[in-house]
């Protein structure tokens, strides 16, 4: 059914917690001013994801909160992690297989030093590295393919890292 929220006015974000699981929602927006309502905006859909698995890339740095799976492997050495956990701390089948490796851990990710970043402190501080020019490469392996699938990679750089280049995931 169709469900109203009304926010405070000059909100610019607002969070749609408590969502189902591979559900589609449809939203769309207007503005209220007095007791005067502009034209709805466009309709917008979104699926909420079946899974949804974290994966810290982490050598040294200390393993950040559950559900993170926490990696604690050298990016310099194939390696495979198994049974990585979703959301709900649950274990899947979903496997991740460093097949060509990386130069090493960057560890110069930002701290907000209260894990108010995107993600959990310890995340931020460290992922793996290469030069430009090089390939690195992991297979994920366990996937449904009844299930469609998306996949996202974010890094942080402090001030005083090198957070230069350009990335594809194919």
């Known amino acids: 059914g169709l469900v109203t929220i009304t926010l405070n006015g000059n909100t610019t974000s607002y969070k749609n917690t408590g969502l189902a699981a591979n559900t589609k929602y449809y ?9 005067t309502y502009s034209a709805f905006s466009n309709k917008v859909a979104t699926i909420t ?11 040294t740095v ?3 909160p559950a559900p ?8 310099m ?8 956990k979703n959301q709900s701390n649950t274990s899947t089948t979903v496997k ?13 990710g930002v701290s907000t030093g209260n894990n108010s970043g995107v993600a959990p ?4 501080k460290s ?31 402090s001030a005083n890292g090198w957070f230069k280049g350009d990335y594809t995931a194919s």
């Open 68 to 75: 993170w799976n926490n990696l604690v492997a050298s990016p």
């Open 127 to 157: 992922d793996f590295w290469i030069d430009n020019g090089q390939l690195a490469q992991f297979r994920v392996t366990g996937l449904n393919k009844s299930h469609r699938y998306r996949f996202g990679f974010f890094g942080s750089s």
């Open 27 to 35: 939203y769309r927006v207007r503005a209220k001013n007095g007791s």
């Open 62 to 64: 200390a393993n950040g």
């Open 49 to 59: 994801p079946y899974s949804i698995i974290y994966v810290n890339f982490n050598t």
């Open 77 to 84: 050495a194939p390696f495979t992690s198994a049974n990585l």
């Open 96 to 108: 991740l297989k460093l097949e060509k490796v990386f130069n090493g851990e960057f560890t110069a």
């Open 121 to 124: 402190d310890n995340v931020l």
